[in-house]
């Protein structure tokens, strides 16, 4: 659905709340990055025939288990180290401190990791001086905030909730209900941006909450939302 095909209502909204990763934080970058230096560190080249062998099989591995994340069968803590467990075990490799170390490693270079999504600055920029700008992601506190800090977007953010804080994740109505609470305002006078369907799109609009698809990885989802594929197509759509 392109971006005029949905009508907005944005004369009570003061609050504009966006996901983290693929919406401003440029997690497909970042994540490579930070593969490709565990893939040389580790010398897993002899392992996998390819450094893209090892990034695809991660990859997919690390959307599989994100996706069963919000059905509360599983932790943060526990796919943060799966998604390796699961990855080196296709190649035969089963060892507990080298799963460990790399989880661990990973995480310090991703919360590092400093590129965001194109345009995230110059737009936030300009919306944060006519709503206040919050964001709302699932993870872990420390890494997200390290997140924000190291792409430079901190500074234009008023409030960040993070589902290791709130004790719920998107798309569940208590993480919704908590953020509303916390800000002290209705639903009316939010707007949510992001770019997962489900947690981002589908669970703001069942709890009432208008929302904007940024479809940053251009997939073919059944999606009833404004859709963007560039930040910049905010700025006529909310100024």
């Known amino acids: 659905m392109d971006a005029s095909a949905k009508v907005l209502n944005l004369h009570s909204v003061s609050h504009l709340l966006f996901d983290l ?6 997690c497909g970058a970042n994540s490579v990055a930070s593969l490709r230096k565990i893939f040389d560190d580790n010398n897993f080249a002899p392992l996998f025939g390819s450094f893209e062998e090892f990034n695809d099989n991660f990859q ?3 959307d599989e288990l994100w996706a069963d994340l919000p059905s509360g069968q599983m932790t943060v803590g526990f796919v943060r180290r799966e998604r390796f467990v699961r990855t080196l075990k296709l190649v035969g490799v089963d060892n507990d401190g080298l799963f460990d170390k790399i989880d661990h490693d990973y995480m310090v270079l991703m919360s590092h990791a400093s590129k965001s999504m194109p345009y995230a600055k110059e737009v936030l920029s ?8 919050d964001i709302v992601t699932n993870g872990v506190a420390d890494v997200q905030e390290s997140k924000l800090r190291s792409c ?3 500074s234009f953010v008023k409030r960040l909730f993070i589902s290791d804080k709130v004790g719920a994740m998107k798309p569940q109505r208590e993480y919704f209900d908590h953020v509303l609470k916390e800000l002290g305002c209705g639903v009316e006078a939010c707007l949510m ?3 997962n369907p489900e947690t981002d799109i589908k669970g703001a609009q069942d709890f009432g909450i208008q929302a ?3 479809n940053s990885r251009q997939v073919d989802a059944p999606v009833n939302a404004t859709e963007i594929k560039d930040l910049k ?3 006529p759509l909310l100024l």
Do not use: A, C, M, P
């Open 212 to 214: 904007i698809w940024y």
């Open 193 to 195: 941006i992001g770019d």
């Open 60 to 62: 997919r591995i690390n």
């Open 152 to 154: 430079g977007l901190d």
């Open 126 to 133: 300009q919306l944060s001086q006519k709503y206040d700008i």
């Open 21 to 26: 990763d693929h919406t401003l934080w440029d």
């Open 233 to 235: 197509e905010l700025l």
